[in-house]
C-alpha cells in the first residue's frame, strides 16, 4: 500500500467504531465548515451579480465615451469637435448634453435635482428610455421632462400636462437682487414619465437641450459635452487616446469605466470587507476541526504507540492527522458548494429574496468564486490540521 497515512486517515473519518465524543465533534466540525463554505460562496456570488446588475443599469445610461472641457463648463469650438467625432469612423452616433443642477418645485414640494438635458440623438447613445417605469419619454420640441423615481415619489409628481414642475437655476453675476426675476432663470415643464435606474440616479430629471440652454441663457450651440457610441470594433481605451490626441490639451475624454470608476471602487471594497468577514467566520469554524483533530490524537494515543513500536515514523503520523483534518474540511467544502450552488439555482430561476419590490437579489455563478472559496477553505483547514498535527510527540 503506497499511503499508508491517507489509508489510516480515511478509516478514522468514515470509521463507526469510534467514540460517540469523537463522530459527535466530526459532526460538528463538518457542519461548521460546509455552513461558512456555503455563506462565504453566496456572498460572493451575490456581490459579483450585483455588480453586473449596477453595471448594466449604468450602461442604459452612461455612454461609451464622454468629452468634457478640461477648463471650464461650456465646450469650446463645438463645431471643430463635431467634425473630428464624424472623422472617426468607430463612432457611430454622438449626443450633446448639458448637465446641471437645478432647483425643482411642484405643487408645495421643493427639492434640488440635476437636470440633463440632451439632443435628439441621445437615444441611439444610451438606452434610457428602457428604464422607464410609468408615461413614456419626453417629446424634444416641448418643455418636458422624465423624473428619476425618487424624485418623483418626494416630489408627488403626476404625469399629466395640467401642472407644471417649476426649475429654477440662479443668473450668473454680482448685480444686486431686487425681486426674483433679477437673481433667477425659471421655467416650466410638464412631466411625461418617471424611470428608475439606480440610487446615483435618483434625483436626476432628463429634459430636451433647448430647456437647460434656456435656463442657464446660453446659446443652441453652446453644451457642456458629448456622450459617444461606438461600433464596437476598438477597445474604449484606444478610441479614449485616439480623440484626445485629436482634439488636444483643451479636452478631457473618459470611457465608461472611467465614469463609473467611483461605483466599482465602493463595489470592491464592499466585495473584500464581506471576504474577510466570512474569511473571518470560517476561521472561527476551523477551531471545531483543531478540537476534532485533538480529541483523535487523545482517543488513538494507544494506536499511535503501537504504530511506533511496529516502526513508523513520527512524521507519517502526523500526516495521518494531517490528512484525516484535510478529509474533514474537504467534505465539508464540497457539501457546502453544493448546497450553496443549489441556493444559487433556486434564486436564479425562482427568486425567494428580493432587493426590492420587484428586484430579486441576482446571483451569479463565477469560476473566479469557485477557486476564491476553495483556496480559502483548504488553506485554512490545511494550516489549521497542519498545526494540530504537530501535537503527536
Same mark, same amino acid.
Given at each position: ?6 489509508? =489510516?486517515?480515511?478509516?478514522?473519518? @468514515? ?136 424624485? $418623483? ?119 473584500? =470587507? ?22 483523535? =490524537? ?37 457539501? $457546502? ?21 420587484? =428586484?430579486? @437579489? ?18 485554512? $483547514? ?12
Amino acid at each position: 500500500m503506497k499511503n499508508i497515512p491517507f489509508y =489510516i486517515a480515511k478509516r478514522y473519518f @468514515f470509521s463507526k467504531a469510534n467514540t460517540n465524543a469523537v463522530n459527535i465533534l466530526t459532526t460538528i466540525a463538518v457542519i461548521a465548515i460546509m455552513v461558512a463554505t456555503a455563506a462565504l460562496f453566496v456572498i460572493l456570488s451575490v456581490f459579483t451579480g450585483l455588480e453586473k446588475m449596477n453595471l448594466r443599469f449604468y450602461s442604459d445610461v452612461n455612454p461609451e465615451l464622454k468629452i468634457s472641457p478640461a477648463n471650464g463648463k461650456i465646450l469650446p469650438h463645438l463645431s471643430d469637435v463635431e467634425n473630428t467625432i464624424k472623422e472617426n469612423k468607430n463612432i457611430v452616433a454622438y449626443s450633446k448634453v448639458i448637465e446641471e443642477k437645478v432647483y425643482v418645485q411642484y405643487n408645495s414640494f421643493e427639492d434640488i435635482a440635476y437636470l440633463k438635458s440632451v439632443d435628439q440623438n441621445f437615444l441611439k447613445v444610451t438606452k434610457v428610455d428602457t428604464a422607464i417605469i410609468a408615461g413614456k419619454y419626453f417629446d424634444y420640441q416641448s418643455n418636458e421632462i422624465i423624473a428619476s423615481e425618487g424624485i $418623483g415619489s418626494r416630489l408627488q409628481i403626476f404625469i399629466n400636462n395640467q401642472t407644471p414642475v417649476r426649475l429654477i437655476m440662479p443668473k450668473p453675476g454680482t448685480n444686486l437682487i431686487k425681486q426674483e426675476d433679477d437673481g433667477f432663470y425659471s421655467e416650466d415643464a410638464f412631466s411625461t414619465g418617471i424611470f428608475y435606474l439606480n440610487d446615483q440616479y435618483d434625483k436626476y430629471l432628463f429634459s430636451p437641450l433647448p430647456l437647460a440652454q434656456k435656463l442657464l441663457n446660453l446659446k443652441s450651440n453652446e453644451v457642456y459635452s458629448i456622450e459617444l457610441k461606438t461600433d464596437g470594433k476598438k477597445s474604449f481605451n484606444q478610441l479614449k487616446y485616439e480623440l484626445s490626441k485629436n482634439l488636444g490639451d483643451q479636452y478631457h475624454v473618459e470611457t465608461r469605466q472611467d465614469l463609473d470608476a467611483a461605483f466599482l471602487k465602493v463595489m470592491n471594497i464592499e466585495n473584500l =470587507i464581506s471576504y474577510m468577514i466570512f474569511t473571518l467566520v470560517i476561521i472561527i469554524s476551523c477551531f471545531n476541526l483543531a478540537g476534532t483533530i485533538i480529541i483523535i =490524537i487523545i482517543d488513538k494515543k494507544a494506536e499511535i504507540q503501537t504504530m511506533y513500536s511496529f516502526g513508523m515514523m513520527r512524521k507519517s503520523i502526523r500526516q495521518i492527522f494531517f490528512n484525516t483534518g484535510m478529509i474533514i474540511t474537504t467534505t465539508a467544502m464540497v457539501s $457546502g458548494l453544493i448546497i450553496a450552488s443549489i441556493l444559487g439555482i433556486i434564486q436564479t430561476h425562482f427568486p425567494f429574496v428580493y432587493a426590492g419590490p420587484a =428586484i430579486a @437579489f441576482p446571483f451569479e455563478f463565477t469560476i473566479s468564486n469557485y477557486l476564491v472559496v476553495i483556496a480559502t477553505v483548504l488553506f485554512t $483547514g490545511g494550516f489549521v490540521s497542519w498545526l494540530m498535527s504537530r501535537q503527536v510527540k
